[in-house]
């Protein structure tokens, strides 16, 4: 017998090879499937959810001194500075 691996080792060895690379490709599949559902499944930001900073704002209207209604999208370019008065 000569020393080293006989075909049947060898084959042994290929199909190990075989599957080792095949679930390393299943491993990377699932964590790119993974990490997109995880994405898609974000839950939206609820209305009363405050912002961040650095997020955009929600677009909405209000009226102004004059009676025209002003919506945030149409001063897209200004600075807007939103006022509420409270009343408590």
């Given at each position: 017998m000569v020393c080293g691996i006989n075909r049947v080792g060898r084959a042994?060895?290929?199909?190990?090879?075989?599957?080792?690379?095949?679930?390393?490709?299943?491993?990377?599949?699932?964590?790119?499937?993974?990490?997109?559902?995880?994405?898609?499944?974000?839950?939206?930001?609820?209305?009363?959810?405050?912002?961040k900073i650095g997020e955009t704002a929600p677009d909405f209207s209000l009226v102004d001194d004059s009676g025209k209604t002003v919506t945030l999208s149409n001063v897209k370019q200004l600075t807007v500075l939103v006022f509420y008065r409270g009343y408590w």
């Amino acid at each position: 017998m000569v020393c080293g691996i006989n075909r049947v080792g060898r084959a042994i060895i290929e199909d190990m090879r075989k599957n080792l690379i095949c679930a390393a490709i299943l491993v990377c599949v699932l964590s790119v499937v993974a990490f997109s559902q995880e994405k898609m499944m974000k839950p939206e930001r609820s209305k009363t959810d405050p912002l961040k900073i650095g997020e955009t704002a929600p677009d909405f209207s209000l009226v102004d001194d004059s009676g025209k209604t002003v919506t945030l999208s149409n001063v897209k370019q200004l600075t807007v500075l939103v006022f509420y008065r409270g009343y408590w």
